[in-house]
Nanobody, 115 residues
Framework: QVHVVDSGGGLVQPGGSLRLSCVAS????????LGWYRQAPGKQRELVTM???????NYADSVKGRFTFSRDNVKRTAYLQMNSLKPEDTAVYYC?????????WGQGTQVTISS
């Protein structure tokens, strides 16, 4: 069974930065897709960024130039560096993994942007 644990959320002022982490229980070599979604209050869950096996990294238009996805294969950890944060980035952020066994979600980490 695949497990992912996401963390790193918090409360920051507009213009600030946060880095989210996602630790997976399996090697990234066994992952077909790895990324982040977010869900704001009263809204549907939306894709933030995704890396698919054999492909590049895709970003939502709303975060391009501000958010950066990276990973450490040895630590089995993915990161989402979020800069120039805006109030509209406020949401619960979920790590997402797709493997041969199916989809797995992290428990979510709250990101709140407020002055």
């Amino acid at each position: 069974q695949v497990h992912v644990v996401d963390s790193g959320g918090g409360l920051v002022q507009p213009g600030g930065s946060l880095r989210l982490s996602c630790v997976a229980s399996l090697s990234f070599a066994d992952i077909y897709a790895l990324g982040w979604y977010r869900q704001a209050p009263g809204k549907q869950r939306e894709l933030v960024t995704m890396l698919e096996s054999g492909g590049g990294i895709n970003y939502a238009d709303s975060v391009k130039g501000r958010f950066t996805f990276s990973r450490d294969n040895v630590k089995r950890t993915a990161y989402l560096q979020m800069n120039s944060l805006k109030p509209e980035d406020t949401a619960v952020y979920y790590c997402y993994v797709r493997t041969l066994a199916g989809e797995t979600w992290g428990q979510g980490t709250q990101v709140t942007i407020s002055s």
